[in-house]
């Protein structure tokens, strides 16, 4: 029945619209019913993506699913390339085979026919490959080829040549297929095999190294053979155009090159005469050349629109191609210099004295600085003789630090030798049993040498600091090294090494005066502070924030010589005296009114330290007297901490200080009664201290230092009694609560009387538990019952309890003896009847209990 259609009814018929309303009407309900599938399709797609996301994978197709094409392992080009190369190798060992197993089988005219047809057949074949397009296996068969000439040619030797020395054949052949593949390689019909030229290439590697063997030519002739064949090999990586000729002579220039290089820089370290000297010079020079124009092409090349024109073979991007020219070119002038340097110095060592050998190279090093100045040479050479000359001096210094490290560390020795008389020279002050390297007479000249260069030479504003750093060490390091080398009389080397703190130190404060200073006004607001914060304290900083980097560097080592220097004092009692004393004063005086102060306000009090030390030593006296000597230091510098106020140096010198007076109770730990009065005296000085308003709770370290001073001296006396170790804790103690308390009526019982009451109730509730007198219990108790009452009476809960609680343990401890004597006097039945009862009476009452619980907790917690 149509839709919309009525049926009709017993009543009658039922009203049936217009067709153009029903149409109407059914064109509505369709749309609505569209809308309504769309709607529920997207329902379902959404559910189906999230059913599928959730699923697991499963483990196993659970039945036949479709199979695509398998994937391909090895494409065909793959497979061409290796069946052609398999092919090759199998032809060639077939060849070979034929060669030397079949080959007396034929007759002269039959081998010459054999060998001459299949060479031919296989050079000629190739052409008609290539020009069918045939490339990969026109290279395969281009290699038998080439292979079958290399058994032409062994065969004509066995046949033809046979009384012909071997390495001599060996290299006229190698020289002859060299130039025929070159040709082959080069002919316009066979121009596009790669295999030919690259071969031709390897094998020119040969003749001449094997030409020298054959002539018996000396070392000097091997290595030269093998240089000129690395410059050949230099020259054609340069100006070849294919790739792989490129890379094939790169490789043998590189390999036999490096050979060269190293058998030159043999025979020159092994040159006994001036002769052999120079031959090996030369050969050198030669490898620096080849490497020189390696260098200078690729430079130009580097600095050009790309590098070196395309071939035949893809060159990659000009960008990334001129890059690595330009480390390329930058290596290759590194080591070019460094060969001319192992040249020239290598020349004329034959000839001087051993001690000279450095020097001498270091000279020609600091020459190729020259060519830095030489604007025509590319820029990668000029970087590559400053890096060589870099390096040589490098080598230099480090050859020199084992004598200013053994200068610099060698007085460390006398710490068991102290005072035992001056040595006879600088170098026996610093060596004492140790050897003292050879050949080590021009070191001072060495280190002075490469500071001048970093002085004079270094001028760029990024490196100038670190130089003159570098330099600043190296001048340092040679007037330390200078006595010790030159045998100085031991004074001298006490006032070389005394001249160089001064001047270490004037450098320092030249280096910081120069820098500008910038001053905080008081009250003014920083940059790191907002306009309304509260007003800070004048503060004085550099522009860098700190001591730049030369002033560092000579501070640090003002600081490293003076105590090297103390060591090396103590060969002497005078003049460890006489050192620490000068030290002392000469860092105090730079202290004053300087920026130095936060590093050299403390090194004057060590001085300071070790010269009381010193002193005290000088006059016999025990350790325990000297300690009183020391302590002179950490009086001078709470006083000099008082006047410095807040200045940055303040904190170091208290930290000086402090460091005394632990020294100082150290060296009275031997003797109890000069310990206690060590510990006093600091105690003073603390308590000095902690007047000054920024340093109160300095305050507390003197109060423990006087009880500590108090009990060390009570146990020299062999005072046992507890009381009198806590009282003079106590009574301070609740004096501070007491005062504490009026400031502040807020401040908990237990913060202010907590503490000063159980350092003595507690030891002394203990002690009397285990004392079988009764004063101590009475006179505990009676204090106890005064603790409590005045708890009581100013509702104090620190008082109460703490009083409550020791009278009760002492009352428990009074009663005990009688308690045990009434439980022995009543029946074994009666204390379990005792207790039932008194449980029977709580549980009755546990309510009221509860209750009265309660208001007890309420009171102690009115109570303060």
């Not at 002919?187 to 030409?211: I, K």
């Not at 600091?465 to 009389?489: D, H, I, K, N």
């Not at 019982?749 to 030891?763: E, F, H, R």
Request: proline share 8%.
């Amino acid at each position: 029945m149509p839709y919309g259609v009525t049926r009709p009814t017993l009543q009658g018929m039922t009203h049936i619209p217009p067709p153009a309303e029903e149409l109407r009407l059914l064109d509505a309900e369709l749309w609505q019913l569209d809308a309504r599938r769309a709607q529920l399709l997207a329902r379902r797609a959404w559910l189906v993506a999230a059913l599928q996301s959730a699923r697991p994978a499963p483990l196993a197709p659970s039945g036949p699913t479709p199979l695509g094409p398998p994937r391909s392992e090895a494409p065909a080009p793959r497979v061409q390339n290796v069946l052609l190369v398999l092919g090759g190798v199998l032809l060639t060992i077939a060849a070979i085979v034929f060669t030397l197993v079949s080959w007396g089988h034929l007759g002269i005219a039959g081998r010459s026919a054999v060998l001459g047809a299949v060479t031919l057949a296989a050079l000629a074949a190739p052409v008609p490959l290539l020009k069918r397009g045939l490339r990969s296996t026109a290279e395969s068969v281009a290699g038998l080829g080439l292979a079958l000439t290399v058994l032409d040619a062994y065969a004509l030797h066995e046949v033809a040549l046979t009384g012909v020395d071997g390495t001599g054949y060996a290299a006229v052949a190698a020289a002859v297929l060299a130039v025929a593949w070159a040709a082959y390689g080069l002919l316009p019909v066979t121009g596009g095999l790669r295999l030919p030229l690259p071969a031709a290439l390897a094998s020119a590697q040969l003749p001449l190294l094997l030409w020298a063997l054959a002539a018996d030519a000396s070392p000097y002739g091997v290595t030269a053979a093998l240089l000129v064949t690395a410059g050949f090999d230099t020259g054609v990586a340069l100006r070849a155009r294919a790739g792989s000729v490129r890379v094939a002579a790169t490789v043998g220039a590189y390999g036999t090159g490096a050979w060269g290089v190293l058998a030159a820089g043999w025979l020159s370290w092994t040159a006994s005469g001036p002769s052999a000297a120079a031959r090996a010079a030369a050969l050198l020079l030669l490898g620096a050349s080849i490497t020189l124009a390696a260098a200078w092409y690729g430079g130009r090349s580097a600095a050009g629109a790309g590098g070196a024109p395309a071939g035949r073979d893809e060159s990659p991007e000009p960008g990334a191609e001129r890059g690595h020219g330009r480390k390329d070119a930058l290596g290759l002038a590194v080591t070019a210099g460094l060969l001319t340097v192992a040249a020239f110095g290598g020349a004329v060592r034959p000839a001087l004295p051993e001690a000279w050998t450095v020097p001498v190279h270091l000279a020609f090093g600091i020459a190729l600085l020259a060519a830095v100045r030489a604007v025509r040479l590319p820029e990668p050479v000029r970087h590559g003789c400053a890096w060589a000359s870099g390096t040589v001096q490098a080598l230099a210094v480090l050859w020199a630090l084992p004598v200013a490290g053994l200068a610099l560390l060698g007085p460390v020795g006398w710490v068991e030798r102290a005072w035992t008389g001056a040595p006879s020279d600088a170098r026996a002050a610093v060596t004492f049993d140790a050897p003292w390297p050879p050949h080590t007479g021009t070191v001072p000249l060495v280190l002075a040498a490469v500071a001048a260069v970093l002085v004079l030479g270094v001028r760029a504003g990024e490196w100038r600091p670190r130089a003159l750093c570098g330099a600043l060490g190296l001048a340092w390091a040679t007037a330390l090294s200078l006595p010790a080398v030159l045998e100085l009389p031991y004074a001298v080397g006490l006032v070389t090494f005394g001249v160089t703190t001064v001047a270490a130190l004037a450098a320092a404060a030249l280096a910081l005066e120069a820098v500008p200073v910038r001053i905080v006004p008081e009250g003014a607001p920083t940059a790191a502070a907002p306009p309304g914060a509260p007003a800070q304290a004048p503060a004085a900083t550099t522009a860098g924030g700190l001591l730049p980097p030369p002033g560092l560097t000579a501070l640090v080592l003002a600081l490293v010589t003076s105590l090297s220097l103390a060591f090396l004092s103590l060969a002497s009692r005078s003049a460890t005296l006489t050192v620490l004393a000068a030290s002392a004063a000469l860092f105090a005086a730079a202290s004053w009114r300087s920026r130095l102060a936060p590093a050299t306000a403390p090194a004057a009090l060590a001085h300071a330290t070790a010269l009381a030390c010193a002193a005290g030593a000088a006059l016999d006296w025990q350790p325990s007297h000297i300690a009183l000597l020391v302590l002179t230091v950490p009086a001078a510098a709470a006083v000099w901490a008082a006047r410095l106020g807040r200045a940055t140096a303040t904190v170091p010198v208290e930290v000086a200080g402090a460091a005394a007076g632990l020294l100082a109770a150290g060296l009275a730990a031997t003797d109890p009664p000069l310990l206690a009065l060590v510990l006093a005296l600091c105690a003073v000085i603390a308590a000095g201290t902690a007047i000054r308003p920024d340093r109160r709770p300095v305050g507390y370290a003197a109060a423990a230092l006087f009880v500590l001073a108090t009990w060390v001296r009570l146990a020299a006396s062999d005072v046992v009694t507890p009381e009198a170790y806590t009282l003079p804790v106590t009574v301070p103690a609740l004096l501070i609560g007491g005062l504490r308390r009026r400031r502040d009526p807020q401040t908990s019982s237990w913060t202010a009387y907590g503490p000063g009451l159980a350092a003595t109730l507690l030891p002394s509730l203990v002690a009397a538990w285990g004392d079988t007198h009764w004063t101590r219990p009475l006179l505990l108790g009676a204090a106890a019952l005064l603790v409590t009452l005045l708890g009581a009476r100013h509702h104090l809960q620190a008082p109460l309890l703490l009083g409550g609680s020791v009278l009760a343990l002492v009352a428990l401890h009074e009663l005990a003896p009688y308690l045990v004597q009434v439980t022995d006097a009543l029946p074994r039945w009666v204390p379990p009847a005792l207790a039932g009862l008194l449980l029977l009476a709580l549980g009755a009452t546990y309510e009221r209990r509860i209750r009265d619980v309660r208001r007890v907790r309420e009171v102690l917690g009115r109570m303060n």
